[in-house]
């Protein structure tokens, strides 16, 4: 750990003059939170009469957040790292390939894990949120947050691995960034999508996970509900620790 600290270091402080960057992981989710919650917070949803529209808000909020991170993030930093030489200027340094994306990885979960904070007590403090989980669903939320998280960094790392170009990259992960929230109920209703679109929507990890955590948060998970959701998610997590551990980007 103390070998990883001052990479992470580094990456904090090269984030933290990243203003745009920061603005989609940390003032977009809340300004989402505000016009959502504004709009619809204090509706009854199909959930029941005690669940409203803002407690539907939060668990999509948290998805977009970690999906737009990893999607938006991961690879365009990376890959504007190697532009800017500085992956093959770690070549020279006591550092692994694998302490590297680590430091990455753990900055961008601790602004995801700020911004979550800011996003959910805001929720809670302005438009009246409910708390519903007890406390095997609030763990089975905390495996599913870092396993999304997870996920979706990788999926993220894996277009800085097949682009090398940061402005194809940028472009490429808005598009598939863009598609995955028009099909995962994000933007729209799955249901009211056509229904092959559906049917390639409940192929991708977002929506799967906005079903766990949308479950979760409302302490309506169960496997025979959400089952399929678990199982999907397992397989890409699985497919995740095997980019992870098989493929590697050039430093140069």
């Known amino acids: 750990m103390n070998k990883i600290k001052p990479y992470l270091k580094m990456e904090m402080i090269a984030l933290s003059r990243e ?7 940390i ?20 959930y029941g009469s005690d669940v409203l529209g803002i407690d539907t808000v939060i668990p999509v909020n948290i998805v977009f957040l970690l999906a737009n991170t990893g999607l938006m993030g991961i690879p ?9 030489g500085v992956l093959k200027r770690y070549m020279t340094y006591p550092v692994s390939y694998g302490m590297y994306f680590l430091s990455l990885m753990l900055t961008f979960m601790i602004v995801c894990l700020l911004s979550t904070s800011l ?8 438009y009246d949120a409910s708390w519903f989980m007890d406390i095997k669903s609030l763990l089975i939320f905390i495996v599913a947050y870092f396993d999304i998280m997870f996920v979706f960094f990788i ?19 808005s598009g598939v960034f863009m598609f995955l929230i028009f099909t ?15 049917k390639v929507a409940r192929v991708f990890p977002m929506y799967h996970s906005i079903e766990i ?3 979760v948060w409302i ?9 399929i959701n678990c199982l999907y998610m397992l397989g890409y997590t699985i497919i995740a620790i095997l980019v992870l551990k098989n493929v590697r980007i050039k430093w140069d």
């Open 119 to 126: 996003f959910v007590a805001a929720s809670f403090l302005i």
């Open 184 to 198: 995962s109920g994000v933007a729209l209703p799955v249901d009211s999508l056509p229904e092959i679109v559906q």
């Open 76 to 84: 365009i930093t990376t890959l504007e790292a190697k532009d800017q």
């Open 155 to 173: 999926l993220g790392y894996a277009l800085a691995l097949l682009i090398k170009s940061t402005r194809t990259a940028s472009l490429v992960a």
């Open 19 to 25: 203003y745009v960057s920061l603005f989609f992981m």
């Open 219 to 227: 302490n309506e998970f169960s496997l025979s509900n959400n089952g």
């Open 27 to 46: 003032v977009l989710p809340m300004v989402l939170t505000i016009v959502f919650g504004g709009t619809f917070g204090d509706e009854v949803t199909k």
């Open 213 to 215: 955590v949308q479950n």
